[in-house]
């Protein structure tokens, strides 16, 4: 099925090079949100966009992090200057629905980010 | 603001048996959603149950159920008949009641890894 999907799934970077990483959300779907999961921790919140709105960003660690989801579905999380506290692996996940209390979130794979 | 606990780092199963993960959680939105995914080595987080706030029976689905005590604030997850492919991370998660534009994300617990052995 046409789940949501990453790329690039693993990324090496050096200590200050810029990374890009790429979401494919499930087709039609209008919520997309960006989540950071650290070793053997839960994933936490970073940014959540619905339709080509970034409607909060509260969760991004600093200002070296920047989403954008320029025709509401592919979205891009960029990060500039990378450190090594950045290393992590990152989910996207996506969500059919706007409103009621069950909004399941469906997730991808990940990019696991190293940064050396 | 939402807080998950998980208390339990590791948990082992033998084979054919149940299993209850830990859950306890921290909101003062009188409406809320509760979840469990779990997620395999392979790294994605799959959807496994909800629970409503204001649901009156617990959540089935399959072999997993919610044990939701409200009063108590807890979510525990049973696993019923153990297979091993459920060895894999467990992680509960919450999230806020609905207004329009907000983003209702996700605030996960540390999770529980899960050993089923044969």
Known sequence: GAG???SPRYKVAKRGQDVALRCDPISGHVSLFWYQQALGQGPEFLTYFQNEAQLDKSGLPSDRFFAERPEGSVSTLKIQRTQQEDSAVYLCASSPKRGGNYNEQFFGPGTRLTVL | AQKITQTQPGMFVQEKEAVTLDCTYDT????????WYKQPSSGEMIFLIYQGSYDQQNATEGRYSLNFQKARKSANLVISASQLGDSAMYFCAMNPPFSSGSA???????GTQLTVLP
């Open chain 2, 28 to 35: 003062s939105d009188p409406s809320y959603g509760l979840f």
């Open chain 2, 104 to 110: 209702r994300q996700l605030t996960f617990g540390s």
């Open chain 1, 4 to 6: 949501v999907s990453q």
